[in-house]
């Protein structure tokens, strides 16, 4: 017994002396791990109710739209971008809302919703859209510049076709015609290659036509 208990106090001091080494760290180890899951799981409640919130917000807006309603799809989307810009649902209501404001004809505030999605979406598809976009608008504006200058960058494969499309209009309007049938071969070599990379031919025929149009109208064989 006695032999007994003086083994049991040498694991007591053993295990005294352990804590003293390493108690602090298994403390900091500890409240750690228990910060991260409370702030883990704070964040997810938090990401859930924005999703939430924005989502009411972007169901308005489209409501906003459908009524070709201008002020309200722009003031949705004014609350999208500043509350919820985080969310993809601000993406959305900006290529939303500057649809309705290039049909009204508020032209900067459709500008200025496009080059939000442009610097702050995430998603690369959305990025591509907005620019195709907003070089549209420019073109209009004859912002020739400006337009080869945003459509540089290159887009995801979709996008691709539609680029190089706008970029023959711009050369077209630049009094460039042979730029510009370099551009339309180009557009049609591009979804030559979409075509066969997606099998949708058919659903691409519209705009094969559109840019053989160009092609020929620009001199092209």
Known sequence: MAAFDLEEQEQIS?????WQQYGKLVVTVAVAAV????????WQSYQRRQAGEASAVF????????????????????????????????AMGALVSARIQYESGDLQTAKAQLQWVVNEAKDAEMRDMARLRLAGVLLDEKA??????LLGEEPMAAFAP?????KGDVLMAQGKPTEARKAYQDALAKLDAAERE??????????????????????GQ
């Open 198 to 219: 997606t099998g949708r031919g058919q659903s691409s025929s519209a705009l094969r036509e559109v840019l053989q149009t160009k092609l020929d109208a620009a001199g």
């Open 162 to 166: 539609r680029y190089a499309e706008l």
């Open 59 to 90: 169901a308005a807006l489209q409501k906003a739209a459908a009524e070709r309603d201008a002020k309200k799809a722009r003031e949705a989307a004014g609350e999208l971008l500043g509350k919820y810009g985080d969310t993809a649902y601000a």
């Open 144 to 149: 020739y510049d400006d337009v080869l200058k």
């Open 35 to 42: 910060v991260t899951v409370v702030g883990f799981n704070f």
């Open 14 to 18: 053993e295990l005294k002396a352990w």
